[in-house]
């Protein structure tokens, strides 16, 4: 609270609160003492008007909380910045018939802004200062009222800390409110001696603008970047950094001291938990929502902006001390090329994917498939994934969506599990062959490895102790995509991964000439 700036606390009478009527009157925050909650909501809101800053006001558990929602509606239609405070019950005490206690996470309904409970759990410091944090940018967006729910356990009166923690402020600037960023915001990314930009998920068209301003970039910055980034080879440094980490690589050579994350999902397993482990000094979020995303969690600003602005205001301050060691470190990763031997699904799509032409889109499937597309060359075709929740459903009708909607000739490149799962996908007239809407015919090439399960799930350590892995956990199977090819007449073949060839690659790509076939399925079946 201190470091935000909120110094002025309304306080009310209550053991449950005593905790933190101490820690503010202790940190030497200015503390009102209004005994009636009705009225101290009030006195915090006249507090807002004469200093023109966010003041707290805190009660205690029951029906206190209650009795401060006047105030908070009022708050909230003002709207003004009040941060309501409450200490609670812990949660397994709630209708019990324990002494003041109640739900209040729901006390003021939808007159707040943001409503945030803190956990009481050891180990779980990060998870309140993120949740602090998102209730502290939500004051500063809105500037309506927002509500911390603090559950405290006895004993409540040990009272023996000396002083506070230093925890860490995640900042917010909004690129739709500001013309740039701060002076001293720009400043820490100008001294950044290891920069690194990391690139998720986007659509090939906003992957285009932002790649006006990487080439910039390039030469002062360290760029990684998923396929689902969409973003061209040209101007990537290491596009298979994944393996690049999980072959040990984690050391002080590549490490930043400076990331900024644009984009959306990002795959990589082994980035997120390398980066945890070895957390940089400052973590910028690109953020068009202004969304709260802690994924490596280090993050000190939520930059709330378009990506290409974002890309743009960094080629417009590029880092002026960069060390060579780090740059050249990853440079040198950027042309290995990871391949396990006998992995048959890389082969298979290796192959295949050799033979897209560059016009097709590509739809690619969640679990492994996702994953292998990373371990391949490039295609340079545009590429999508339902990776928003990342689940397995939907995969075969987005792709025909997807090539409905743009009219394109589409790939799909999917597992077994995600295939079945979704095979009405291909239970529509377009894939039967009928018209689209603006004229010609669905032309819908699915590649489908068929392992008899999730592969994933055979490869998580540890996973190999249950003897239901391959069976209850890993969805095993006998199943064969033939009768679907049938049912929605589409033309089909089979081939097991060791007889695949160039051929059936480009089988599945061309001669799509033929008006009465809309999809075409080749099926290879990979040994367990």
């Known amino acids: 609270m201190l470091k935000k700036g909120i110094g002025e606390v309304v306080v009310c009478p209550g053991s449950r609160n005593a905790p933190l009527i101490h820690t503010f009157a202790s940190a030497g925050m200015r503390c009102y003492e209004v005994t009636d909650e009705r009225s101290a909501g009030f006195f915090a809101l006249g507090l807002i008007e004469a200093k023109c800053r966010p003041v707290a006001v805190c009660c205690t558990s029951g029906s206190a909380v209650l009795n401060l929602a006047p105030a908070v509606a009022e708050a909230y239609y003002r709207p003004l910045p009040l941060l309501v405070i409450t200490a609670d019950r812990p949660a397994e005490w709630i209708g019990q018939m324990d002494g003041q206690t109640m739900p209040q996470l729901t006390a003021f309904g939808q007159t707040v802004r943001k409503v945030v409970c803190l956990p009481e759990a050891e180990g779980t410091e990060w998870h309140t200062n993120r949740l602090v944090n998102e209730a502290f940018i939500e004051l500063e967006c809105s500037h309506g009222p927002v509500h911390v729910n603090v559950p405290l356990s006895e004993p409540l009166f040990d009272f023996s800390a000396e002083v506070l923690p230093d925890e860490r402020v995640v900042n917010y600037w909004s690129g739709a409110k500001n013309a740039s960023l701060s002076d001293e915001g720009l400043a820490f990314w100008k001294a950044a001696r290891r920069p690194m930009i990391v690139i998720g998920q986007m659509l090939p068209e906003e992957a285009r603008r932002v790649e006006k301003h990487l080439a910039k970039l390039a030469p002062r910055c360290v760029i990684l970047a998923e396929e689902l980034s969409n973003v061209k080879q040209e101007y990537i440094t290491c596009r298979h950094f994944d393996s690049v980490i999980a072959e040990g690589s984690d050391n002080g050579r590549l490490l930043p001291d400076f990331i900024v994350t644009i984009g959306g999902h990002i795959v990589s397993k082994n980035l997120k938990q390398w980066l945890r482990r070895n957390a940089p000094q400052h973590h910028w979020s690109v953020s068009r929502t202004g969304e709260v995303a802690d994924l490596f969690q280090c993050l000190t600003l939520v930059w709330e902006c378009e990506a290409e602005r974002a890309v743009e205001v960094l080629a417009q301050n590029i880092p002026v001390d960069v060390d060579a060691d780090f740059l050249g470190g990853w440079e040198a990763q950027g042309e290995k090329m990871p391949m396990k031997p006998n992995d048959w699904e890389i082969a298979v799509l290796k192959r295949t994917l050799k033979s897209v032409p560059l016009a097709w889109n590509i739809h ?69 062959g009928g018209d689209l809407p603006g004229g010609g015919r669905l032309h819908l090439s699915v590649l489908l490895l068929n392992n008899g399960g999730g592969r994933i799930f055979r490869n998580i350590p540890g996973m190999e102790r249950t003897p239901y892995r391959d069976t209850m956990v890993a969805g095993g199977h006998n199943t064969s995509a033939e009768g679907v090819a049938l049912e929605c007449g589409a033309d089909y073949k089979c081939v097991s991964a060791p007889d695949f060839s160039d051929e059936h690659a480009e089988w599945l790509m061309s001669d799509w000439c033929r008006d009465d076939k809309s999809v075409r399925i080749l099926e290879v079946i990979i040994n367990k």
């Open 364 to 432: 690619v499937a969640n679990s492994s498939m996702v994953r292998d597309i990373q371990r391949v060359p490039s295609t340079g075709c545009n590429i999508y994934c339902n990776r928003g929740i990342n689940g397995i459903e939907g995969s075969v009708s987005t792709a025909v969506g997807l090539a409905v909607g743009s009219g394109k000739n589409t790939l799909l490149l999917t597992g077994d599990l995600s295939f079945f799962y979704d095979k009405n996908g291909l239970w529509n007239n377009y894939a039967k």
